[in-house]
């Protein structure tokens, strides 16, 4: 395997597929948090202005899913068919919220009826609740194992994946986009609106304090292999207290109503998360439960060498691109919303 | 029908979800592709002009893109996942090579397109004139490079080059040795720009129709007159110019495809000179093709000779012929008419433009309210002609689509995610129709969109129901 600055190409891809999905959390988090807030805001205008504050950059944050998903099958074909394929059901659920939630955005402002607004507002919030499930519930049978052969193929059932461990990591995803996407729609509001989102801003950060806590018990009592690399590498444990950190600033920054940075620290919050999990389970992508000799990692089900120096390649032209028009993108959207004739 | 539904394997489950999700998501792309360009011209002769007409249009159809686009992001996902979860052999297979094709399309493309799509959609008051403009541009370029990236994965598969193949039985693979190879491998060239000009049709003939259908209606004359000129010179350029990537694809397929070419055509001996069908039927049991034909026509096409022999059907083993060699000469015949009914249409109407009598007639309005179907009948069929006719490979000639399934998903999970992808797509296509349909019928120009928030508010409060 060639190496590039003294990493092997197959960690450097595995770090850049942190870095995407890392980005994606941040960057879809905010809005799928604000579908999954939006019921709990009440008057159609409240509504609307909730909806606008995040249409012209959602389509834009779930690129990173799109890109994320081209990166695993580039760079790990092998991860990439084991676990699409090992959660078939779970992953065309997830689609369908993912197809149902893109047109209830851009489906409910085309009629003016109660009930057609209605309808689309309940259709969006409940694939935006179902998405950050399913996500967290991927993520956390990732993080436990999952009944892998030594083909890679799934040998389990279809409902083992909503074990308790799963679905606390489903809701803790849930609980932690909920509140940073409450926080994305203070920065964005004003007046009454904003009054109302700062308690809803205020609600979902103590519910992801308990259900991280819950999780981080859990984990610590329950999934041992999981903080076995943090157990022999000490220093480690710099993640989990910067993590505790971010924790209490974003509840700080809340009580000082400075709600940028407040969003500042919860988008470090994702990304320490994330960080954890990698640390976890480097050099393992996906655990197999009937035996680790089946684990799939980075040196066993990465990419040729030539083809992962031509994604590195990619990689290299490609995000400084995608940062500079991004960074445009949400320039020309800054500050509060405002509605006009092309608005939702 | 439930019987058989029973009996059908985990294979042609598989293959019918995914034959049904990409035509599916095929709607979509080419109409944004092609009316991405119909909008840069619209918005580039009103900043060159400044008429209003020029931005109402723009604005009009930008929200006709919108709806499109939406859908076709939404349905487009699910192609990404589909490789993974229904044929996880094919993806460890061909991932090496095929997914920094997918990679680069998600990083040069869809960002692009997705990030630019803010702008054109909400950034009206937002930005200048020009940097609008720019972003137009910037989402049509992006799902111009999209289709790029995605027919290069494609055509590696009908001809790969670029890779060599490691392991054997299951853990065989192919790994790239030559990117630029694999990127310009023989067929992506000219599928790329087949596929480009028939996205330009899909769109031009778009933006007719809805012209065509408001001057039938006798309404906003000086914008669909306008509207239907700049649709009509997009068609007619595109509809001659697919004749020669049409005609290039298929000497690549004859070159490197013959048993597709042979299939394509209904051609079984390899021996007698080989005829080019206008119209006609394969009777496969018999190995004989009935129909209308050029003798020796086909002949001809691929050696400019009407004597040379073609290679047919019968030099290849059964197991290694197309399936349904029906469904792929049907496909393919289909597209060529449809092909040459659009380069009569535009012609005609052309000339009459010319003639400036062409408004006036209204039969030909009437015929192209209607014509928006046949680019998008021609955008299918051209790709059930290049899939069928590629089996039983989906690598040709390395790997079978019978090896190319997940080991580990069963019939009833295809089952269950067929069912209900044609129950979300069927309701996702009526809305798409309404909508559409109200856009269209609502017109351009003015505060569109019916926003009474206001008013609801309003009852919302007097009535106390917050």
Same mark, same amino acid.
């Given at each position: 395997?060639?190496?590039?600055?003294?990493?092997?190409?197959?960690?450097?891809?595995?770090?850049?597929?942190?870095?995407?999905?890392?980005?994606?959390?941040?960057?879809?988090?905010?809005?799928?948090?604000?579908?999954?807030?939006?019921?709990?805001?009440?008057?159609?205008?409240?509504?609307?202005?909730?909806?606008?504050?995040?249409?012209?950059?959602?389509?834009?944050?779930?690129?990173?899913?799109?890109?994320?998903?081209?990166?695993?099958?580039?760079?790990?074909?092998?991860?990439?068919?084991?676990?699409?394929?090992?959660?078939?059901?779970?992953?065309?659920?997830?689609?369908?919220?993912?197809?149902?939630?893109?047109?209830?955005?851009?489906?409910?402002?085309?009629?003016?009826?109660? %009930? %057609?607004?209605?309808?689309?507002?309940?259709?969006?919030?409940?694939?935006?609740?179902?998405?950050?499930?399913?996500?967290?519930?991927?993520?956390?049978?990732?993080?436990?194992?999952?009944?892998?052969?030594?083909?890679?193929?799934?040998?389990?059932?279809?409902?083992?994946?909503?074990?308790?461990?799963?679905?606390?990591?489903?809701?803790?995803?849930?609980?932690?986009?909920?509140?940073?996407?409450?926080?994305?729609?203070?920065?964005?509001?004003?007046?009454?609106?904003?009054?109302?989102?700062?308690?809803?801003?205020?609600?979902?950060?103590?519910?992801?304090?308990?259900?991280?806590?819950?999780?981080?018990?859990?984990?610590?009592?329950?999934?041992?292999?999981?903080?076995?690399?943090?157990?022999?590498?000490?220093?480690?444990?710099?993640?989990?207290?910067?993590?505790?950190?971010?924790?209490?600033?974003?509840?700080?920054?809340?009580?000082?109503?400075?709600?940028?940075?407040?969003?500042?620290?919860?988008?470090?919050?994702?990304?320490?998360?994330?960080?954890?999990?990698?640390?976890?389970?480097?050099?393992?992508?996906?655990?197999?439960?009937?035996?680790?000799?089946?684990?799939?990692?980075?040196?066993?089900?990465?990419?040729?060498?030539?083809?992962?120096?031509?994604?590195?390649?990619?990689?290299?032209?490609?995000?400084?691109?995608?940062?500079?028009?991004?960074?445009?993108?949400?320039?020309?959207?800054?500050?509060?919303?405002?509605?006009?004739?092309?608005?939702? | 029908?439930?019987?058989?539904?029973?009996?059908?394997?985990?294979?042609?489950?598989?293959?019918?979800?995914?034959?049904?999700?990409?035509?599916?998501?095929?709607?979509?792309?080419?109409?944004?592709?092609? /009316? &991405?360009?119909?909008?840069?011209?619209?918005?580039? /002769?009103?900043?060159?002009?400044?008429?209003?007409?020029? =931005?109402?249009?723009?604005?009009?159809?930008?929200?006709?893109?919108? /709806?499109?686009?939406?859908? &076709?992001?939404?349905?487009?996902? *699910?192609?990404?996942?589909?490789? &993974?979860?229904? +044929?996880?052999?094919?993806?460890?297979?061909?991932?090496?090579?095929?997914?920094?094709?997918?990679?680069?399309?998600?990083?040069?493309?869809?960002? !692009?397109?997705?990030?630019?799509?803010?702008?054109?959609?909400?950034?009206?008051?937002?930005?200048? $004139?020009?940097?609008?403009?720019?972003?137009?541009?910037?989402?049509?370029?992006?799902?111009?490079?999209?289709?790029?990236?995605?027919?290069?994965?494609?055509?590696?598969?009908?001809?790969?080059?670029?890779?060599?193949?490691?392991?054997?039985?299951? @853990?065989?693979?192919?790994?790239?040795? @030559?990117?630029?190879?694999?990127?310009?491998?023989?067929?992506?060239?000219?599928?790329?720009?087949?596929? +480009?000009?028939?996205?330009?049709?899909?769109?031009?003939?778009?933006?007719?129709?809805?012209?065509? +259908?408001?001057?039938? $209606?006798?309404?906003?004359?000086?914008?669909?007159?306008?509207?239907?000129?700049?649709?009509?010179?997009?068609?007619?350029?595109?509809?001659?110019?697919?004749?020669?990537?049409?005609?290039?694809?298929? =000497?690549? *397929?004859?070159?490197?495809?013959?048993?597709?070419?042979?299939?394509?055509?209904?051609?079984?001996?390899?021996?007698?000179?080989?005829?080019?069908?206008?119209?006609?039927?394969?009777?496969?049991?018999?190995? $004989?093709?009935?129909?209308?034909?050029?003798?020796?026509?086909?002949?001809?096409?691929?050696?400019?000779?009407? @004597?040379?022999?073609?290679?047919?059907?019968?030099?290849?083993?059964?197991? @290694?012929?197309?399936?349904?060699?029906?469904?792929?000469?049907?496909?393919?015949?289909?597209?060529?008419?449809?092909?040459?009914?659009?380069?009569?249409?535009?012609?005609?109407?052309?000339? /009459?433009?010319?003639?400036?009598?062409?408004?006036?007639?209204?039969?030909?309005?009437?015929?192209?309210?209607?014509?928006?179907?046949?680019?998008?009948?021609?955008?299918?069929?051209?790709?059930?002609?290049? =899939?069928?006719?590629?089996?039983?490979?989906?690598?040709?000639?390395?790997?079978?689509?019978?090896?190319?399934?997940?080991?580990?998903?069963?019939?009833?999970?295809?089952?269950?995610?067929?069912?209900?992808?044609?129950?979300?797509?069927?309701? !996702?296509?009526?809305?798409?129709?309404?909508? !559409?349909?109200?856009?269209?019928?609502?017109?351009?120009?003015?505060?569109?969109?019916?926003?009474?928030?206001?008013?609801?508010?309003?009852? =919302?409060?007097?009535?106390?129901? $917050?």
């Amino acid at each position: 395997m060639e190496t590039f600055l003294g990493i092997e190409y197959s960690t450097l891809w595995f770090l850049v597929i942190g870095a995407t999905f890392t980005g994606y959390a941040i960057l879809d988090g905010f809005d799928l948090g604000a579908g999954a807030v939006h019921l709990f805001l009440k008057k159609e205008e409240s509504r609307r202005i909730a909806i606008n504050a995040i249409g012209p950059v959602w389509d834009g944050n779930e690129v990173w899913l799109v890109i994320g998903g081209g990166a695993l099958f580039a760079g790990f074909p092998k991860v990439y068919a084991s676990v699409f394929s090992a959660f078939y059901i779970p992953f065309m659920l997830f689609l369908v919220a993912l197809i149902f939630r893109a047109i209830s955005i851009e489906f409910r402002s085309k009629e003016p009826m109660l %009930w %057609w607004r209605r309808m689309w507002d309940v259709s969006y919030s409940i694939s935006s609740i179902v998405i950050a499930l399913s996500l967290g519930v991927v993520l956390g049978n990732v993080l436990l194992g999952i009944a892998i052969d030594e083909n890679g193929n799934y040998q389990g059932n279809t409902l083992d994946f909503l074990n308790p461990y799963a679905l606390l990591t489903g809701i803790t995803t849930l609980a932690l986009f909920m509140m940073h996407g409450a926080i994305y729609l203070v920065m964005k509001t004003e007046k009454r609106l904003y009054t109302k989102l700062t308690l809803i801003v205020r609600d979902t950060t103590v519910g992801f304090v308990i259900s991280i806590l819950l999780l981080s018990f859990y984990t610590l009592l329950y999934v041992p292999h999981l903080t076995a690399s943090i157990k022999s590498n000490p220093w480690l444990f710099v993640i989990p207290i910067a993590m505790v950190l971010s924790t209490a600033n974003v509840a700080r920054r809340i009580s000082q109503q400075r709600y940028r940075l407040a969003f500042l620290f919860s988008s470090i919050n994702i990304a320490l998360l994330l960080v954890v999990v990698a640390v976890n389970l480097y050099p393992n992508i996906v655990l197999s439960s009937i035996d680790p000799a089946f684990n799939l990692t980075v040196q066993n089900a990465s990419a040729s060498s030539k083809s992962l120096g031509i994604l590195l390649t990619v990689a290299a032209i490609g995000v400084p691109l995608v940062a500079t028009y991004t960074t445009f993108v949400f320039w020309t959207f800054k500050g509060k919303v405002e509605l006009d004739e092309m608005s939702y | 029908m439930c019987r058989y539904f029973f009996i059908m394997d985990v294979e042609i489950l598989s293959r019918i979800q995914f034959a049904f999700t990409i035509a599916f998501h095929y709607i979509y792309p080419p109409l944004s592709i092609g /009316l &991405g360009v119909t909008l840069v011209i619209m918005e580039g /002769l009103y900043l060159k002009t400044g008429l209003k007409v020029y =931005e109402d249009m723009t604005r009009f159809f930008v929200k006709i893109f919108a /709806l499109i686009f939406g859908i &076709g992001v939404a349905t487009g996902i *699910v192609m990404e996942f589909e490789f &993974g979860t229904n +044929w996880a052999t094919y993806s460890k297979y061909v991932g090496d090579v095929f997914g920094s094709a997918l990679a680069a399309e998600g990083i040069f493309a869809f960002a !692009l397109e997705s990030g630019f799509l803010g702008v054109l959609l909400f950034g009206w008051n937002k930005v200048s $004139k020009k940097v609008h403009f720019l972003s137009t541009i910037m989402v049509t370029l992006g799902s111009m490079f999209s289709a790029i990236w995605i027919v290069v994965a494609n055509s590696w598969q009908q001809t790969p080059t670029g890779f060599k193949v490691v392991g054997e039985g299951l @853990d065989a693979r192919a790994e790239i040795t @030559d990117f630029w190879a694999m990127v310009f491998n023989p067929s992506s060239v000219e599928r790329i720009l087949h596929v +480009w000009i028939g996205a330009f049709l899909a769109g031009s003939f778009l933006v007719m129709s809805i012209a065509a +259908w408001y001057l039938v $209606k006798n309404k906003y004359h000086d914008f669909a007159k306008r509207a239907f000129a700049i649709g009509l010179i997009v068609a007619l350029i595109s509809s001659y110019a697919q004749l020669l990537t049409g005609h290039a694809s298929a =000497e690549v *397929v004859a070159e490197y495809q013959p048993a597709k070419l042979a299939a394509m055509e209904g051609h079984f001996d390899t021996s007698a000179k080989a005829d080019l069908y206008l119209f006609g039927y394969i009777d496969k049991a018999n190995e $004989k093709t009935h129909g209308v034909a050029i003798p020796g026509g086909l002949s001809f096409m691929v050696h400019q000779d009407f @004597d040379a022999p073609v290679k047919g059907l019968k030099a290849f083993d059964p197991r @290694d012929r197309p399936g349904n060699p029906n469904i792929t000469f049907q496909s393919y015949h289909i597209m060529i008419a449809i092909g040459m009914l659009l380069i009569g249409l535009t012609s005609f109407a052309g000339f /009459l433009w010319w003639r400036g009598t062409l408004f006036e007639k209204r039969w030909l309005m009437i015929a192209f309210v209607w014509a928006v179907f046949l680019p998008q009948i021609a955008n299918q069929v051209g790709w059930f002609t290049a =899939e069928t006719g590629r089996q039983p490979w989906v690598v040709y000639n390395l790997l079978r689509t019978s090896d190319a399934l997940s080991q580990s998903v069963k019939e009833g999970q295809v089952m269950f995610s067929l069912v209900l992808f044609s129950l979300v797509y069927t309701l !996702l296509f009526a809305l798409f129709i309404y909508l !559409l349909n109200k856009k269209i019928t609502h017109g351009p120009g003015g505060a569109s969109e019916m926003h009474s928030s206001r008013q609801q508010d309003m009852v =919302e409060e007097l009535t106390g129901n $917050k």
